[in-house]
């Protein structure tokens, strides 16, 4: 079954701080992808990246990067340096081949204040 | 020019009615969805086609029907509405079936029965 953790459910940080928002996930399948979305208060939702489970390298793009660790099948997302308009709520998905629909955690809401 | 588009972006209604979201999209995807986002925020898939075709009915309450009339459109009506429907609703699309690619959401339709 295919199954999306986010543990944390509000993380507020002053800006300039450093945030690693938590994604574990269960699958049975060898193949998959992982995404992350940013919902910020206006409510659409914002593709970030997507990864494939046999690409384990770390990406980094501006001050967003992601570590992918099929060991411990979590996929987390660090804000370097956060800023107010990083304030969202974000959330991991799962999807698999053959499914075709995202399976999203629960979502973390980030609160940074000036 | 907005990639996928859904309208109304909101709508007010009392129990009882039926109501329709309308959802475009211009990216040239093969695949379109309806997602439905709770007061918890958490994100669930309702329906996925695949070049009109239905492919994921998320047991879904048959008074939800999806109708497709072209690659580029997917509707959603609802009849008899009930409180328990309030909710965003999201369109999104990917480029293709298969779970590999990321969707694209349109910016979501909240929708308050009263």
């Known amino acids: 079954a295919q199954k999306v953790t986010q543990a944390q459910t509000e993380i507020s940080v002053v800006e300039k701080e450093d945030v690693t928002l938590d994604c574990v996930y269960e699958t049975r399948d060898t193949t998959y992808y992982l995404f992350w979305y940013k919902q910020p208060p206006s409510g659409e939702l914002v593709f970030l990246i997507r990864r494939n489970s046999f690409d384990e390298q770390n990406e980094i793009s501006g001050r967003y990067s992601w570590n992918f660790q099929k060991s411990t099948s979590s996929f987390n997302f660090t804000i370097t340096a956060s800023q107010v308009v990083d304030s969202a709520v974000y959330f991991c998905?799962?999807?698999?081949?053959?499914?075709?629909?995202?399976?999203f955690g629960t979502g973390t809401r980030l609160l940074v204040s000036p | 020019d907005t990639a996928v588009s859904q309208t109304p972006k909101y709508l007010v209604t009392q129990m009882g009615n039926d109501k329709s979201i309308k959802c475009e999209q211009n990216l040239g995807h093969d695949t379109m969805y309806w997602y439905k986002q709770d007061s918890k925020k958490f994100l669930k898939i309702m329906f996925s086609y695949n070049n009109k075709e239905l492919i994921i009915n998320e047991t879904v309450p048959n008074r939800f029907s999806p109708k497709s009339p072209d690659k580029a459109h997917l509707n959603l009506h609802i009849n008899s509405l009930e409180l328990g429907d309030s909710a965003v609703y999201f369109c999104?699309?990917?480029?293709?079936f298969g779970g590999g690619t990321e969707a694209f959401f349109g910016q979501g339709t909240r929708l308050t029965v009263v």
């Open positions: 999104a699309s990917s480029l293709s």
């Open positions: 998905a799962l999807s698999e081949p053959g499914f075709q629909k995202l399976v």
